[in-house]
């Protein structure tokens, strides 16, 4: 997703040890991992959601034009 390596991660670790200390890091590990959770979890009812959109049938004419345009027909 972010396409980090090990170097710049070590690197990360170190400055969030410096800056939030030892103590404070479990904390802002778990915050971080819930708010990951929950923006994953909003991405997927999106994407299902769009998903029933189109799949209801009045959208039928809709996906029909959409499908026209990426193929038109070329004399």
């Not at 410096?18 to 009812?45: C, Q, W, Y």
């Not at 799949?55 to 039928?60: L, S």
Request: proline content about 7%.
């Amino acid at each position: 997703m972010f396409n980090v390596t090990g170097g710049e991660l070590i690197i990360i670790l170190a400055v969030a040890l410096v800056v939030l200390g030892p103590e404070r890091i479990p904390e802002v590990a778990r915050s971080a991992g819930r708010m990951i959770n929950k923006i994953k979890t909003m991405t997927e009812g999106f994407s299902s959601g769009v998903s029933d959109v189109m799949d209801d049938p009045a959208m039928k004419p809709f996906k029909e034009l959409t499908e026209l345009a990426a193929n038109p027909r070329q004399k």
